[in-house]
């Protein structure tokens, strides 16, 4: 089942702050985030798994809770390379490799 | 080593043709995806190939799509009788398990 992406648009000032938010309504055992700008294929960004902790690099980082099966993907000081359609993935709680489904994806925009 | 290849790159054809997709992934991917993505559009998931389990193809959206995995390595993406809503970029991406997927650069589909 998709996970539900919100917002699916966002228009930043260089040095704002954003929250992406992922849900599901099944229990996931881990969250993918992928950036994809425009003309190009998407680029991973970080996996959270279930009991793991929070995940970041740079100013970008993100968060897993399991209990609510949600994930948050926060960037700090938006960069104008920032900017692309960021996809949430999600794996089920199945047991066994499970296919990895995305969101429609949240469209952020960096401008100067 | 090489990253995920997908070939051609571009392709033209006119309705009712049939046509080939070709996807190499990473060696010792044991997981492959297909999606179909139209302009400003998100990752529609096509079918999904893990390991020697049988392919999930619950994303194929009519009976003209097809796709097959051989010796776990190449995929082709066989559309029959094309329409000009086939038209987009199918990208093909490939992990291990159910880690970091690996994008292709796509091919784009026009059909006219």
């Known amino acids: 089942q998709q996970p539900v992406q919100s917002p699916q648009a966002v228009i930043l000032r260089e040095g704002e702050d954003a929250v992406i938010n992922c849900s599901s309504s099944?229990?996931?055992?881990?969250v993918h985030w992928y950036r994809q700008k425009h003309g190009e294929a998407p680029v991973f960004l970080m996996i959270l798994l279930k009991g793991g902790e929070q995940k970041g690099h740079d100013k970008i980082s993100a968060s897993f809770n399991e209990k609510k099966q949600q994930s948050s993907l926060y960037l700090t000081a938006s960069q104008l390379s920032y900017s692309g359609t960021y996809f949430c993935g999600t794996e089920r709680n199945s047991g066994g490799y499970q296919k990895v489904t995305f969101g429609i994806g949240t469209k952020l925009q960096v401008i100067p | 080593g090489a990253g995920v290849s997908q070939s051609p790159s571009n392709k033209v054809t006119e309705k009712g043709k049939d046509v080939e997709l070709r996807c190499d992934p990473i060696s010792g991917h044991t997981a492959l995806y297909w999606y179909r993505q139209s302009l400003g559009q998100g990752l529609e998931f096509l079918i999904y190939?893990?390991?020697?389990?049988?392919?999930?193809k619950s994303g194929l959206p009519s009976d003209r799509f097809s796709a097959e995995r051989t010796g776990g390595s190449v995929s082709t993406l066989t559309i029959q009788r094309t329409q000009q809503e086939d038209s987009a970029v199918y990208l093909c991406?490939?992990?291990?398990?159910?880690?970091?997927?690996?994008f292709g650069p796509g091919t784009r589909l026009t059909v006219l």
């Open positions: 190939f893990q390991g020697n389990s049988a392919p999930d």
């Open positions: 991406a490939s992990s291990y398990g159910s880690n970091e997927q690996f």
């Open positions: 099944k229990a996931l055992y881990s």
